[in-house]
């Protein structure tokens, strides 16, 4: 079977978990989520993309962890095909505000392994500490697996997050442009999938889409930048489930709805009217 759960579960990733980062690789990453696109000169934006007074969003803390996660495919239990992976909840909890630049260590662990049917769902929990030895975020990946399901597991718990029974209360829009996934690329993740017409096609797509955390952070500026005043630091915890794709050009429509400390949200596509993001949340601490 292609994964031994027995194995598995609990296994430590693989790897060192060495990364480091600084101002000019925030500011790419913030420019990638479209930081500044629209007016440059606007104070608001230049906290994000100009290292005099540069702030960073929570958000950048699912970028540190990714060259550990490669280690996932290496675990003892885990022999599956690439090609059926998808990113299906991300969850990240802050201990405090990203620093600027740092150098880090990320360990992971499987945490969870779920038997969704048709496929099975592995969670990753990754804590990236400072080299000073100050705890900065955790991570938690699910990747569901397709056609690794029907092993006999249980199923996990149900979303939660729920979207409230009534209108929202705020309606954010942000639009994406079409060589958006190409920039925001190169904060790290490569998949040919956001850049190769040839193999989206592939795989099922009119052409490349924009990687998931891309929308993840664009939501995240989003609700930090018009619900909490800019304030960066107000994020506790943020968590999404995604459930569909979007095209570079594709507009977003972020619903939002206000629930004592948190903050929920669903996002949509304008065009095509598909969901994008549910169960999602911002805890503001």
Same mark, same amino acid.
């Given at each position: 079977?292609?994964?031994?759960?027995?194995?598995?579960?609990?296994?430590?990733?693989?790897? =060192?978990?060495? =990364? =480091?980062?600084?101002?000019?690789?925030?500011?790419?990453?913030?420019?990638?989520?479209?930081?500044?696109? *629209?007016?440059?000169?606007?104070?608001?934006?230049?906290?994000?993309?100009?290292?005099?007074?540069?702030?960073?969003?929570?958000?950048?803390?699912?970028?540190?962890?990714?060259?550990?996660?490669?280690?996932?495919?290496?675990?003892?239990?885990?022999?599956?095909?690439?090609?059926?992976?998808?990113?299906?909840?991300? *969850?990240? %909890?802050?201990?405090?505000?990203?620093?600027?630049?740092?150098?880090?260590?990320?360990?992971?662990?499987?945490?969870?392994?779920?038997?969704?049917?048709?496929?099975?769902?592995?969670?990753?929990?990754?804590? %990236?500490?400072? *080299?000073?030895?100050?705890?900065?975020?955790?991570?938690?990946?699910?990747?569901?697996?397709?056609?690794?399901?029907?092993?006999?597991?249980?199923?996990?718990?149900?979303?939660?997050?729920?979207?409230?029974?009534?209108?929202?209360?705020?309606?954010?829009?942000?639009?994406?442009?079409?060589?958006?996934?190409?920039?925001?690329?190169? =904060?790290?993740?490569?998949?040919?999938?956001?850049?190769?017409?040839?193999?989206?096609?592939?795989?099922?797509?009119?052409?490349?889409?924009?990687?998931?955390?891309?929308?993840?952070?664009?939501?995240?500026?989003?609700?930090?930048?018009?619900?909490?005043?800019? *304030?960066?630091?107000?994020?506790?915890?943020?968590?999404?489930?995604?459930?569909?794709?979007?095209?570079?050009?594709?507009?977003?429509?972020?619903?939002?709805?206000?629930?004592?400390?948190?903050?929920?949200?669903?996002?949509?596509?304008?065009?095509?009217?598909?969901?994008?993001?549910?169960?999602?949340?911002?805890?503001?601490?």
């Amino acid at each position: 079977m292609p994964i031994d759960v027995d194995k598995a579960l609990g296994a430590e990733l693989g790897g =060192s978990g060495e =990364s =480091s980062w600084n101002q000019d690789d925030v500011i790419l990453y913030h420019l990638g989520l479209g930081a500044a696109h *629209d007016d440059q000169l606007d104070p608001s934006q230049l906290a994000y993309t100009y290292e005099n007074g540069l702030k960073v969003l929570p958000s950048y803390g699912v970028i540190p962890p990714f060259g550990a996660l490669t280690g996932f495919m290496a675990v003892d239990g885990i022999d599956i095909n690439p090609m059926m992976i998808l990113h299906g909840e991300q *969850d990240i %909890t802050l201990h405090g505000p990203i620093p600027t630049e740092a150098s880090v260590k990320t360990s992971g662990r499987i945490t969870e392994i779920w038997d969704k049917g048709k496929g099975a769902l592995v969670v990753i929990e990754a804590e %990236t500490v400072s *080299d000073k030895g100050t705890k900065l975020f955790t991570n938690r990946f699910s990747t569901f697996i397709r056609g690794e399901g029907g092993f006999g597991g249980e199923s996990g718990p149900k979303p939660g997050n729920a979207a409230p029974d009534r209108e929202p209360d705020q309606v954010l829009e942000r639009t994406t442009w079409p060589g958006q996934a190409l920039l925001y690329r190169l =904060s790290g993740d490569k998949n040919p999938l956001h850049a190769d017409p040839q193999l989206a096609a592939m795989v099922g797509y009119d052409k490349p889409i924009l990687h998931g955390l891309c929308t993840f952070g664009v939501v995240c500026k989003a609700v930090v930048d018009e619900l909490l005043d800019g *304030d960066v630091t107000k994020v506790a915890r943020y968590q999404v489930r995604f459930a569909g794709h979007v095209f570079p050009g594709e507009t977003l429509v972020i619903n939002t709805w206000n629930e004592g400390e948190q903050i929920l949200i669903g996002a949509t596509t304008r065009e095509r009217g598909e969901p994008v993001l549910t169960n999602a949340a911002v805890t503001v601490g």
